[in-house]
Every structure is written in C-alpha cells, then in structure tokens.
C-alpha cells in the first residue's frame, strides 16, 4: 500500500529495507493493542499526523534521524496547503463563471456607484 504523504513514503521506504511490514512496526512501537498500533501508524502514514513522540520512536526503530522524519511531515504539510489553495482557486473560479446576477440597472454615468436597493 503506498502513500500520499512524504513521511509515509519514508517511513514504509525504511521499513522495506528493514524487512519490515505495516503490522511489524505497530508490533514494534510498543503500543498496548494492535488496533491502537495501526491507527497511530494510519495517522503518521496516510494523514500525515504524528505526535512528537511517535516520530522519536520511528526513528530509533528505523535507525533514521528524527530532523529527516520532522522535515518530512514539513513537507505533508506544505503539499496541505497547496492543494487547499488549489481547490479554494478552482472552487472560485467555478463560481465565478456561474455567476448570473439578479438585477441589471442601466444608467448614464460612466462610473460605477454604488446602489442600494429594498425589494418589498
């Protein structure tokens, strides 16, 4: 299964090299049950949403320095605020080519006023 986000990417990259799967480091980071094993990693790996502490014991896991795996989160979080501002610019510009208005007022002055108008 591969991943959207860079840290999940080089996490399972690591692992790989390891010899080690998805379940082994759930298994291998200590947690308690498996199924909290997973949604952490899940977290960390597909939504780029790790814990301080959770990077730290990935990186002592993978033998990986914790700054590699900060940076890239950074990076996750970089590609989030992209693709947010992506879809806000897509989104307006969807509606501003639907836009139809409701009211046309004809006038003779050459610049725009501002007009105010009750409908009752």
Not at 95 to 120: D, G, I, M
Request: positive net charge; glycine residues 4%.
């Amino acid at each position: 299964m591969s991943c959207s986000y860079p840290l999940g990417r080089l996490v399972l990259a690591w692992a790989h090299m390891r010899g080690l799967t998805r379940k082994d480091l759930g298994h291998r980071l200590g947690y308690s049950t498996p199924v909290k094993a997973f949604r952490r990693l899940d977290d960390c790996l597909d939504r780029n949403s790790a814990s301080r502490a959770l990077l730290t014991r990935l990186a002592a896991l993978l033998d990986i320095p914790v700054p590699i795996l900060v940076d890239g989160q950074r990076a996750g979080e970089l590609l989030d605020e992209s693709q947010v501002r992506e879809a806000a610019a897509e989104c307006d510009r969807r509606s501003r080519a639907s836009f139809e208005p409701h009211l046309w007022r004809e006038h003779q002055r050459r610049w725009a006023t501002s007009t105010f108008t009750v409908v009752h």
